[in-house]
């Protein structure tokens, strides 16, 4: 599924292609995704301009000048397509620029399209309880031990938790705690503020060195422009169970609410 960094590089492909510009064609080719597309999407989005995009967790979020948002997340193998070739029997909503085309491409169809008067995005139902933005000035060590206080759960589990922080998903949170030291299986209430405070500095880290590598690409992701990320390059343990961790140690899994955890025993603590 794609995460923050995928979003992020997606919502900076479409910028210079959008923004600015006026839709002169919105072409839903089908009634839903996830769930239903907005029947009205064509007639409110037809003749706006785009004012601005920006993202919120892992959803983009297109701004026009006549007060709505189109709000777009890409599910598990969503991406946008610019200028292509030809419109292909998954690309599900298609929109004309007087200068470009995009197509959302979604084979899986996990994504989803939802259009909301822009003064009222901060109450769609997704973003009413997310927790703050991990590159933004709100996540800090002292937001951690409130979050953390009492709590038994293992911090791998609470890190997913969109109510705690948003965006984050199992790629970067494995990645993220390896770099901080800190054992996916240590009970998130019993962590010093010290090591949060590293662990907010690693998750910044990993965050923008992979929206700086473009994203990671581990099946369907690819850039609007086309191109794979190449953060994956980068894993420090993320996929590499049994290989040897920077220290020597084999890299482990384990699997935590069902989703897979990879950690060094040696490194983190």
Known sequence: MPELPEVETTVRGLRPVLEGERLVSVEPRRADLRRAIPVDLRQRLTGAVVTGLSRRAKYGLIDTNRGDTMIFHLGMSGRWRIDPAEVGKHDHLVI?????????NDPRRFGSVDLVHTEAVAAFP??????????????????????FAG??????????????????????????????GIAPTR????????????????????????????????RDYARPDGELGYFSKQFRVYGREGEAC????????????????????KCQR
């Open 96 to 104: 004309d620029t007087e200068a470009h085309r995009i197509a959302l």
């Open 126 to 147: 997704a973003f009413r309880a997310l927790g703050p933005e991990p590159l933004g000035p709100d996540l800090t060590a002292a937001h951690f031990k409130r979050a």
């Open 151 to 180: 709590r038994v759960a293992n911090v791998k589990v609470m890190l997913l938790d969109q109510r705690i922080v948003a965006g984050l998903g199992n790629i970067y949170v494995c990645e993220a705690l390896h770099m901080a």
């Open 187 to 218: 009970e998130a209430g019993r962590i010093s503020l010290a090591r949060l405070g590293r662990l907010v500095d690693a998750i910044r880290t990993v965050l923008l060195s992979a929206i700086e590598a473009g994203g990671s690409t581990l």
């Open 246 to 265: 920077d220290c020597g140690a084999p890299v482990l899994r384990r699997v935590d609410g069902g989703r897979s955890t990879f950690h060094c025993g």
